[in-house]
């Protein structure tokens, strides 16, 4: 599920896709289409030029970013035998991915900074997971580990709610401050717990 590596053709095919890329090609064919209709101007090379080099860069940026988040890290969730344990790392690389297509949508760079330390957490979560499964045969379950897993696992969700409303104007724009704080605390939480 989350944790499945994407081919350069997923990549570009999402780099191509995205608003941004789907607007400037949009816009290059009317600028190759218009002088059909007015006749050729001297302006239409120039701007085709201009629609095909920032094609070009979204397509390249996107590549380069979606380049990044395969350094995330991978875990496959059905090595856990805890049907619980395995739905909730589920559930979390899920949440980190769409907290990632959210934070690459908005092509906000102190965003994208506030939110970089989200594989530490998340290698954190998998950690604690890790150890509960574990001790999942055993009787001797720790409550502390169970309990923080738990309240990470909300504390992501919040997040990825926040960035949502952030991305509709909704929210106060305070909070970003306090993400990368957040999200490096609940790394470390967990980094205690799981032994990570």
């Known amino acids: 599920m989350g944790g499945k590596k994407r081919t350069f053709g997923d990549r570009l095919s999402h780099a191509v896709f995205r608003w941004e890329s789907a607007v400037t090609i949009a816009l290059f064919i009317l600028a190759f289409l218009l002088p059909l209709f007015l006749g050729w101007q001297w302006w239409h090379g120039a701007v085709l030029v201009i629609l095909a080099l920032?094609?070009?860069?979204i397509v390249v940026s996107s590549l380069g970013d979606r380049g990044a988040k395969e350094s995330a890290p991978a875990f496959d969730a059905r090595t856990l035998r805890d049907p619980r344990l395995?739905?909730?790392?589920?559930?979390?690389l899920e949440i980190r991915q769409r907290i990632e297509d959210v934070v690459q949508g908005s092509g906000d760079r102190a965003l994208r900074d506030a939110t970089a330390g989200l594989n530490e957490w998340i290698k954190g979560i998998v950690a604690v997971a890790q150890r509960l499964d574990e001790h999942a045969s055993g009787a001797g379950r720790p409550n502390r580990a169970e309990s923080e897993l738990e309240n990470t696992l909300a504390a992501l969700g919040r997040v990825y709610i926040?960035?949502?409303l952030a991305q509709a104007g909704v929210s106060a724009a305070d909070w970003r401050q306090h993400l990368p704080g957040d999200i490096a605390g609940q790394a470390s939480a967990l980094r205690t717990i799981g032994g990570a």
């Open 86 to 92: 395995r739905q909730q790392v589920e559930k979390a």
């Open 54 to 57: 920032a094609e070009a860069l």
């Open 162 to 164: 926040q960035l949502q």
